[in-house]
């Protein structure tokens, strides 16, 4: 069995020096890498005024917010979720997050891959890479 607990996961920052509101911290505590085979987990943290910055995924994603108040924006759609809200952002559509609320949001994202590769429209620190997500499988 797969298990992890989040207050245990090892968070990485992701930043951008051309939006300064661009600021999280995730973790895929689900992937591949940790034996799963369809299915990936990303659990993500942001503070008020902050968001992950426009992206799409190479796989559906399910939205589930575990804390905070957020504002979701899949294509041209905006709502505000709050804590226990759903969202879906299929496969390749464009979508933000934005903590909209007055403490840290708290969110897990479900994937209908093991594998998941987030391509953003702005680079992002240190490295300047436009994209992120789980290590690739290997090949064969």
């Known amino acids: 069995m797969i ?8 968070l990485s920052e992701t930043t951008s020096e051309a939006d300064r509101s661009l600021r999280t911290r ?12 369809s299915s990936a987990v ?3 943290e ?12 190479s796989a ?3 939205l589930y917010v575990v804390t905070g108040d957020v504002e979701a924006t899949v294509a041209d759609e ?6 226990g809200s759903l969202a879906v952002a299929p496969a390749g559509v464009k ?15 479900f994937f209908a891959s093991a594998s998941v590769q987030s391509v953003y429209d702005c680079e ?6 436009r994209v992120q997500g789980t290590p690739l499988p290997p090949v064969g």
């Open 78 to 83: 905006t709502k505000r979720l709050g804590e």
């Open 42 to 44: 990303v659990y993500f």
């Open 26 to 37: 995730t973790a895929y505590p689900v992937s591949w890498e940790r034996g799963a085979s």
């Open 60 to 62: 559906e994603e399910v």
């Open 3 to 10: 298990g992890a607990s989040i207050d245990e996961l090892e």
């Open 95 to 109: 979508h933000d997050v934005r903590c909209v609320g007055q403490a840290t949001a708290r969110c897990i994202g």
């Open 124 to 129: 992002l620190d240190p490295d300047g890479e």
């Open 46 to 57: 942001l503070e008020p005024g902050d968001h992950l910055g426009v992206h799409s995924h």
